[in-house]
C-alpha cells in the first residue's frame, strides 16, 4: 500500500506499508528536505509491474515517475520539459489492449491538451490526441473522461477515450438546446473547472445541465448507454449543483458519495448517493426553510475518524458546527452546539489526533475555542478558550505536528476577520501543545513578549536528526532557533545566533536539508549582515558560515536543486546576481 503525508519534517511524500497497514516506511524523499514532491498517488497507476505517477521536484519540476516499490526503483520516468520549470499534468491511466498500454494527459504547448500513451514492449511515448478546449480529465479504470469544448462554444459535452484515436468519441450530448458560445452541458472555459466526482460501483458520477433541469447529477461508466441523469432535483431550470463541484462533495468509507446539493427548498444540504437514483436521496435538512445548511466548499474541509466523515454545517438558531455522518439519514446529527446560541462565527476541523478531530471555532464577539470531538456529545470537550485582550483579538494558527501533538499559536491582533491572519502585527503571542486532552493542552515554552508592530509567528517547523527545530522569535532575541520534543519543559531557545535584537539569526521561511546539514539564511553577529549558514547537527554549536557576505551584502533567497543550492546576492559593485554552493 501506497500512501502520502507530510511528516517529520520532510514535506509531503510517498510512503508506503504491508497489507496489515503497520510499519509504514518513507518510499523515497523525492523532494529531499522539508520540501514536498506533492506526489499524486491518489491518481497512480499500476502498470507492467510498476506504479506510475507524477510528483515534483525542485530541480525537474512536476513531472511522470515510476517505481518498483524500492527506493532504488523510485525514479523519474519521463521529463515533459527538461529543468524546474513544466508543463501540468492532469491524469493518468492505463489501456486495456492486447499489450496494455500507460496513457497520461499534460497540458501542452499552444494552449493544446495532449494526450500520450506509452507500451513497455515498443519503448516509445507518443501522441494521440489533442485539443485546445479540454477540461475536468478524470481517470476511470483503463479510460480517460474528460469536457472538450464544441465548436465556437464555452462550453463543451462529456467525452472518452481508451488512448486510441478510434476509443475516442463523445458520450452523449446533454445539452441539445443550447446555440452559439453556450452550446454545451458544461463550461469549458477555466482549467480549475472539474465537474466528474466519485467512482461508484463501476461508474463516475457528474454534474451537466441539460438546459432543461438545471445542473444535475449524471452518471457514466464509460459508455454512450451507460451515461444518463441520475437524480433532477426539482429545482426547475436552476442548478441544484454548483458549477465547480470540486470541494461539494467528500466520499464515505462504505464507498458511497456525501455532496452538497439544492432542492425546491432552495438551500444546499447534505445528499448521499451509491450511484443509483433509488439511492439518491437528501441525508437530513439542517437548516429547515430557505438559508443553507451546507456552505459552499464546505465539505473540502471534512474528516473521517472511525468510520465516519466530519463536516460543518450551519443552522439560524446555533450558528456554524460540526455535524457527522455514518451515510444514513438516523446517523447524521449535530455533534455539539459548540459556541451555545447564534453566535459561532467561523469553525474549522483542524487535524486528526489519536483521540479524535481537533476543532477550532469563534464567536462572534472574537473569543477563540478549541475542541476534540470523537462524535458524540459527551466525547466533545473544550480545550481551550482565548478571549479578547483588551482591543486586541485572538487568531489561531497551527504551526505543525510534533510525536502526535499538534503545536499552535494564538496572536492578539487589532483586527482579525476570520481564524487565521499570518501576516499581521501582534500585540501579544503564546504557543500551545495539544494531545487532543485537557491536561495535555499546554503551554509550550516560548516567552512571546512583544510590544506592538513586532514580528511573532513561528515557523519551519523541521524535523532533522530525530530532532525538532523552528525559529521564533521572544521579543528579546528577534528570530532565533528553537528546540522542541512536544512538551513544555522541552521546548527551549537552542541557539541565539546574532546576539543582539536588531537583528535575527534566522531570516528564512524555511531550512533546507542537503547532505545531512541544514541551510538557512540568516546573521551571526549584531550588523544583521544576511548570510548563508549551515548546522551539521548535534549541539549548539554545530553552526558554521557557508557564505559570509561582506558588509553592504545581503542574501534574498534560497532554493534547492539535486545537491546543489542556489540563492540569490546583492553586492555593492555587481548588484543582484545568482549564486550556487
Known amino acids: 500500500y501506497f500512501f502520502t503525508i507530510a511528516k517529520d519534517?520532510?514535506?509531503?511524500?510517498?510512503?508506503?506499508?504491508?497489507?496489515?497497514?503497520?510499519?509504514?516506511?518513507?518510499?523515497?524523499?523525492?523532494?529531499?528536505?522539508?520540501?514536498?514532491?506533492?506526489?499524486?498517488?491518489?491518481?497512480?497507476?499500476?502498470?507492467?509491474?510498476?506504479?506510475?505517477?507524477?510528483?515534483?521536484?525542485?530541480?525537474?519540476g512536476l513531472?511522470?515517475?515510476q517505481t518498483d516499490g524500492t527506493e532504488a526503483g523510485t525514479i523519474l520516468f519521463y521529463e515533459s520539459v527538461p529543468g524546474a520549470w513544466s508543463l501540468s499534468y492532469l491524469s493518468i491511466g492505463v489501456t486495456n489492449h492486447t499489450t496494455p498500454q500507460l496513457y497520461f494527459v499534460r497540458n501542452d504547448t499552444g494552449s493544446y491538451v495532449s494526450i500520450y500513451t506509452y507500451n513497455y514492449q515498443a519503448r516509445g511515448i507518443k501522441k494521440v490526441y489533442s485539443e485546445k478546449?479540454?477540461?475536468?480529465?478524470?481517470?476511470?479504470?483503463?479510460?480517460?473522461?474528460?469536457?472538450?469544448?464544441?465548436?465556437?462554444?464555452?462550453?463543451?459535452?462529456?467525452?472518452?477515450?481508451?488512448?486510441?484515436?478510434?476509443?475516442?468519441?463523445?458520450?452523449?450530448?446533454?445539452?441539445?438546446?443550447?446555440?452559439?458560445?453556450?452550446?454545451?452541458?458544461?463550461?469549458?472555459?477555466?482549467?480549475?473547472?472539474?465537474?466528474?466526482?466519485?467512482?461508484?460501483?463501476?461508474?463516475?458520477?457528474?454534474?451537466?445541465?441539460?438546459?432543461?433541469?438545471?445542473?444535475?447529477?449524471?452518471?457514466?461508466?464509460?459508455?454512450?448507454?451507460?451515461?444518463?441523469l441520475i437524480k433532477d432535483f426539482s429545482y426547475g431550470t436552476a442548478s441544484g449543483l454548483e458549477n465547480n463541484i470540486t470541494n461539494i462533495y467528500t466520499t464515505l468509507p462504505n464507498g458511497n458519495m456525501m455532496f452538497a446539493a439544492k432542492d425546491t427548498s432552495y438551500n444546499s444540504e447534505p445528499w448521499i448517493t451509491d450511484g443509483t437514483t433509488a439511492g439518491t436521496f437528501k441525508l437530513t435538512e439542517i437548516n429547515p426553510g430557505i438559508k443553507s445548511g451546507l456552505l459552499y466548499n464546505v465539505l473540502s474541509n471534512s474528516k473521517h475518524f472511525n468510520n465516519q466523515v466530519f463536516f460543518g454545517g450551519y443552522t439560524d438558531s446555533l450558528g456554524y458546527n460540526p455535524y457527522v455522518t455514518d451515510g444514513t439519514t438516523a446517523g447524521t446529527q449535530l455533534v455539539s452546539d459548540l459556541i451555545s446560541g447564534n453566535s459561532s462565527l467561523y469553525f474549522s476541523f483542524e487535524d486528526t489526533l489519536s483521540n479524535g478531530i481537533m476543532m477550532v471555532a469563534k464567536d462572534s464577539v472574537g473569543t477563540i475555542k478549541i475542541f476534540i470531538t470523537d462524535g458524540t456529545t459527551v466525547g466533545t470537550q473544550l480545550l481551550g478558550t482565548y478571549p479578547l485582550m483588551g482591543t486586541y483579538k485572538p487568531t489561531f494558527l497551527k504551526?505543525?505536528?510534533?510525536?502526535?501533538?499538534?503545536?499552535?499559536?494564538?496572536?492578539?491582533?487589532?483586527?482579525?476577520?476570520?481564524?487565521?491572519?499570518?501576516?499581521?502585527?501582534?500585540?501579544?503571542q503564546t504557543a500551545y501543545f495539544t494531545d487532543g486532552t485537557i491536561a495535555g493542552t499546554v503551554p509550550a515554552n516560548i516567552n512571546f513578549n512583544f510590544s506592538l508592530q513586532a514580528s511573532s509567528t513561528p515557523k519551519a517547523?523541521?524535523?532533522?536528526?530525530?530532532?525538532?527545530?523552528?525559529?521564533?522569535?521572544?521579543?528579546?532575541?528577534?528570530?532565533?532557533?528553537?528546540?522542541?520534543?512536544?512538551?513544555?519543559?522541552?521546548?527551549?531557545?537552542?541557539?541565539?545566533?546574532?546576539?543582539?535584537?536588531?537583528?535575527?539569526?534566522?531570516?528564512?521561511?524555511?531550512?533546507?536539508?542537503?547532505?545531512?546539514?541544514?541551510?538557512?539564511?540568516?546573521s551571526n553577529d549584531s550588523s544583521g549582515t544576511r548570510k548563508l549558514l549551515k548546522f551539521n547537527g548535534g549541539s549548539s554549536s554545530g553552526f558554521s558560515v557557508i557564505d559570509p557576505s561582506a558588509p553592504g551584502s545581503s542574501i534574498q533567497t534560497l532554493y534547492k536543486s539535486g545537491n546543489f543550492l542556489f540563492y540569490g546576492k546583492g553586492e555593492p559593485v555587481i548588484g543582484n546576481e545568482p549564486w550556487i554552493s
Open 9 to 60: 519534517g520532510l514535506g509531503n511524500e510517498i510512503w508506503k506499508c504491508d497489507s496489515t497497514l503497520t510499519n509504514p516506511v518513507l518510499l523515497k524523499d523525492i523532494n529531499p528536505g522539508q520540501a514536498s514532491s506533492d506526489a499524486y498517488i491518489s491518481g497512480a497507476v499500476k502498470y507492467n509491474g510498476k506504479l506510475y505517477f507524477f510528483a515534483r521536484t525542485e530541480m525537474n
Open 63 to 65: 513531472e511522470l515517475w
Open 133 to 228: 478546449k479540454v477540461v475536468s480529465v478524470y481517470s476511470f479504470g483503463n479510460k480517460f473522461l474528460f469536457y472538450k469544448g464544441e465548436p465556437s462554444s464555452d462550453y463543451g459535452e462529456p467525452w472518452v477515450t481508451d488512448g486510441t484515436p478510434a476509443g475516442t468519441f463523445m458520450l452523449k450530448e446533454i445539452d441539445t438546446i443550447g446555440t452559439g458560445t453556450y452550446n454545451g452541458s458544461n463550461s469549458i472555459t477555466s482549467n480549475s473547472y472539474n465537474y466528474f466526482m466519485s467512482n461508484i460501483g463501476g461508474a463516475v458520477m457528474f454534474a451537466a445541465d441539460d438546459r432543461v433541469n438545471g445542473r444535475c447529477l449524471w452518471r457514466t461508466d464509460g459508455t454512450t448507454a451507460g451515461t444518463y
Open 399 to 428: 504551526l505543525g505536528k510534533v510525536n502526535g501533538k499538534v503545536l499552535y499559536t494564538i496572536a492578539y491582533n487589532v483586527s482579525s476577520s476570520g481564524l487565521y491572519n499570518q501576516s499581521f502585527f501582534a500585540q501579544s
Open 461 to 522: 517547523l523541521i524535523k532533522f536528526n530525530n530532532e525538532w527545530y523552528f525559529a521564533a522569535n521572544d521579543g528579546k532575541t528577534g528570530y532565533e532557533i528553537w528546540k522542541t520534543d512536544g512538551t513544555v519543559g522541552g521546548t527551549y531557545l537552542f541557539k541565539d545566533l546574532c546576539k543582539s535584537n536588531a537583528g535575527n539569526g534566522f531570516n528564512s521561511e524555511r531550512f533546507i536539508e542537503l547532505n545531512g546539514a541544514l541551510f538557512f539564511i540568516g
